[in-house]
């Protein structure tokens, strides 16, 4: 029977009895740290322009459906990858570092475009879902997302990196909801600095990326 710690909430302690202290020690800032890569990541504020004009003229109601597709949609990939990212490793026959090295340079040159301010794309029909979808993938989950998603499965398991995925997608379902307010807010100047400064950061996260796979990759041989 787990021994219940004074001043401790008795329903923490059968947790606390099957999960060792440096795991609990290391919940917090693995946490964060996953939060922290997957927020800068998916880059919800350089999408607040894009969700903004294809979302222009539609009711308060419309443009919040929206960004909840854009949400459900990035996150059914972000969580399916996460759940099945060995399975579909297997079925492949698909070597991780090859992959990590592979996804690092994809995760680099959209940090790049990001930084330059090219343009990967634009939807011209503007369908019941189309800033949904779009917004979903590629913007917000697209290859560097799921890479990024993988490789912290790969060092944390499942626990932090779905609390992590959880915690992003709210914080970027509440900045696409009122995406139009910050916009105007913000001004097109200052949000595309911060969408520059953030695809310096994607870069810097892929530089790391490609080292350690290179490392891993050499470790196989």
Known sequence: MPRVVRGEPAILSPIKAYIPDQTMQDLIPGILYS????????????????????????????????????????????YLFLVFNTAIFTILGLNFPAFQIAGGIILFLLGLQEALGIELGHCKEHTA??????????????????????????????????????????ATWLILYYAEGIQRILGDVVTDIMGKVLGMLVAAIAVKIIATGILAYIATI
Do not use: N
């Open 35 to 78: 939060f922290a890569a997957l927020f800068i990541i998916l880059d919800p504020l350089l999408s607040v322009p894009v969700f903004a004009a294809m979302t222009k003229g539609q009711t308060a109601a419309e443009i919040h459906k929206q960004a909840f597709i854009a949400i459900s949609v990035a996150g059914g990939l972000m």
């Open 129 to 170: 879902t189309a800033a949904g979808v779009v917004i979903g993938t590629p913007l917000l989950c697209g290859p560097g997302t799921i890479t990024t998603v993988m490789l912290l499965s790969k060092e944390y398991g499942l626990i932090i990196p779905f609390v992590a995925i959880t915690l992003s997608l709210l």
